[in-house]
């Protein structure tokens, strides 16, 4: 079994920013595994879907950024899932927009979700897939650029990757290594 969350925030005012990018790729996942979010339960809307016969959890946890660890907590026990199966889904001020990146463990770097998450389930040893948003030529606060909304222009480029992000986790889900989905989907 595997569960694959995408980190965002649940109000619809959120819904285009660069922060939701994990909600919109876990959105994709779902789509191209024929499923929606059916059920709320573990502070997440849940959609449930099978690869090669295993069970694949898809979530969007309802706890606002900063606190995406707790619903990650109970996800895991409720599921009984370990972190070894556990893909994350976000976005990743540190790296250029479009681009996705995957990794099979690390620390939060600039991300506050990401820090929670680690602090919940106590370690950095899950696969994670970041979707990059940093814009060279736009200098705010972090935190004001992740809560701004992707510019028309921009938004095929973070739709792409997004699709991207959502076949390198149905990859992982599916059983492929991780060193292979890194070759296929970093960049």
Known sequence: MYIIVGLG???EKYLKTFHNMGYIAAGDVAAKLGVKF??????????????GGKKVIVARPVTYMNASGRAVKQLLAKYKCTCENLVVLYDDYDIPKGSVRI??????????GM????AETGTQ???RIRIGIRD????IPIINYV????KKSDYELFISACGRAADAAIALAGGQKIENVMTGFNG
């Open 125 to 127: 040893n899950f696969a």
């Open 147 to 150: 809560l701004s909304e992707v």
């Open 38 to 51: 059916k059920k709320k339960e573990c502070e997440s809307y849940v959609a449930e879907a099978y690869i």
């Open 9 to 11: 925030n649940p109000e």
């Open 136 to 139: 060279p030529e736009v200098n």
């Open 115 to 118: 820090r929670s998450v680690i």
């Open 103 to 112: 990794r099979p463990s690390g620390s939060a770097g600039t991300h506050n």
